[in-house]
């Protein structure tokens, strides 16, 4: 049955179903199932997204906030080159690894095989289900260095899953076959946790998980990433690059005198503060991705949308609009978001300061006709909405890209008045 129409009337981005927007269309779906970041987009639109800008093998896509790689992973196996740039470390190798091209797959599928003869064979000799505070006591060099393990992982499940990192990080290859087993572990980490995904951020579970047959769990993985793998070989398949650093300064993480990018195909973090330095701490920890609480308050502080721990303090100092553009464009806005303290009024003019330093770099890094798509939601403050939307394409505006239309996807939650959309611009 049709759906009732939402929004406007357009042929494609509009009255979408969650699984053609959300991380949801991707559960299925070989290799971009590998690690669930909820805030991720469906490949199925950046594949529509791809179709509607009549993407070719002669395009070079980039994704300036590259998540868990939706969009380069696509392109690639469609054939179209492309590049993304992503500043959570954990991120940048979830991407890599899922959009490297493997093509001995039997030989990858033997390397599990002997590392899982070698993994159970430690578990043997450790005691994990009476007394694995004995076995966390003799190996506590090797419990990540996250702030209080035991909350994320029951004791006998820490204990396997201690086993399992000691052993691969003192494995001396570091080949593509390591990182794909370094990728299982990574992807297991919160199926045997005492967290959930019952809401958009982790939450505590109300009774930790009990111990759990790990290795079990862990094998599983490598026997769908190992079937993934398969399910991929004949499909065409173009080079793509993921870069790690900042998209505030696109310029100097991209290669000097590379290609000009022709399409950006894209969703920054949305205004709502999510945080995915906090999402990703366990596996940011698990394999020391980054070295301290410290280092995570950086990452925060300087990825867009960021407010957790050192962010917050930074917000509490006082954020003013960069310039005359920014100050009109939150004008109408920010007084409503004043009204219930400053803290997120602050929040919002760096958002937006950082989208404007952001939208800067995009222009340098672009063809002279690069088509961009944003996909973006609006937020509420105090039950004032904030169209994210308009505004950004009010700072691409500036930089000299045009607006061709704001498509309203899809509602959100259950909350009235929130919706996520794509804003299609064009250079010129
Ligand atoms: C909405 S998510 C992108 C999800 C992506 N479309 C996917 O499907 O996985 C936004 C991403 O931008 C990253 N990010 C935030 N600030 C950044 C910055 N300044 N430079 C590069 N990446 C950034 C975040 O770490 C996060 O992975």
């Known amino acids: 049955m049709k759906q009732p129409l939402l929004f406007e ?6 009255n979408r179903q969650t699984k053609a927007v ?15 970041l909820t805030p991720s987009f469906s490949p199925t639109l950046a594949d529509d997204i791809a179709d509607h800008f009549s993407l070719s093998a002669s395009d070079l896509v980039l994704d300036p906030f590259s998540g868990v790689g939706t969009v380069p992973l696509c392109m690639k196996y469609r054939g179209i080159p492309a590049c993304s740039v992503e500043i959570n470390p954990y991120l940048h190798f979830v991407g890599t690894v899922k959009t490297r091209t493997y093509r001995a797959v039997e030989n990858i599928e033997q390397y599990f095989s002997d590392f899982m003869k070698v993994f159970r064979g430690k578990l043997n000799t450790i005691p994990f289900e009476d007394r694995p505070a004995l076995y966390l006591a003799e190996q506590a060099r090797f419990i990540p260095r996250i702030n209080y393990p035991e909350r994320w992982w029951s004791k006998g499940n820490l204990a396997q899953l201690v086993c399992l990192r000691k052993l691969l990080i003192e494995r001396v290859e570091k080949t ?4 794909l087993l370094r990728m299982g572990a990574l992807a297991i980490l919160i199926p045997v946790s005492n967290a959930k995904h019952n809401h958009v951020s982790l939450t505590y579970a109300e009774k930790p998980l009990p111990t759990v047959d790990v290795a079990g769990v862990f094998e599983q993985q490598l026997q ?3 079937a993934d793998l398969r399910a991929v070989l004949a499909l065409p398949r173009s080079e793509v690059t993921i870069y790690s650093g900042n998209s505030k300064k696109l310029s100097q993480v991209l290669p000097e005198n590379g290609r000009k990018v022709s399409s950006v195909i894209t969703s920054p973090p949305y205004p709502n503060r999510f945080s995915y330095a906090r999402e990703t701490r366990p596996h940011l920890f698990f394999f020391d991705f980054i070295g301290s609480a410290r280092a995570v308050g950086q990452l925060e502080t300087d990825a867009i949308g960021g407010t957790w721990g050192k962010a917050t303090s ?11 553009l920014i100050a009109k464009l939150l004008k ?4 409503d978001i004043h009204h219930g303290g400053n803290l997120m009024a602050h929040y919002v003019t760096k958002y937006f300061n950082d989208l404007y330093d952001h939208a800067g770099e995009v222009e340098k ?22 169209p994210s939307d308009e505004i950004l394409a009010g700072i691409f505006n500036h930089f000299g890209f045009s607006l061709d239309r704001i498509d309203k996807m899809r509602k959100r939650q259950s909350k009235s008045g929130l919706h ?3 804003v299609f611009m064009k250079r010129g």
């Open 9 to 14: 009337a357009d042929p494609m981005f509009t």
């Open 22 to 36: 959300t991380f949801r269309g991707k559960l299925d779906l070989p290799i971009h199932r590998w690690y669930r």
């Open 176 to 179: 593509e076959a390591h990182d």
């Open 224 to 226: 769908n990433m190992i």
């Open 314 to 324: 930074v917000l509490s100092t006082g954020v003013k609009p960069k310039n005359e």
């Open 332 to 335: 109408p806005y920010i007084k």
């Open 365 to 386: 890094v672009c063809e002279p006709r690069c088509r961009l798509a944003y996909v973006i939601g609006n937020s509420k403050f105090y039950d004032n909405p904030l």
């Open 420 to 422: 996520e959309s794509v």
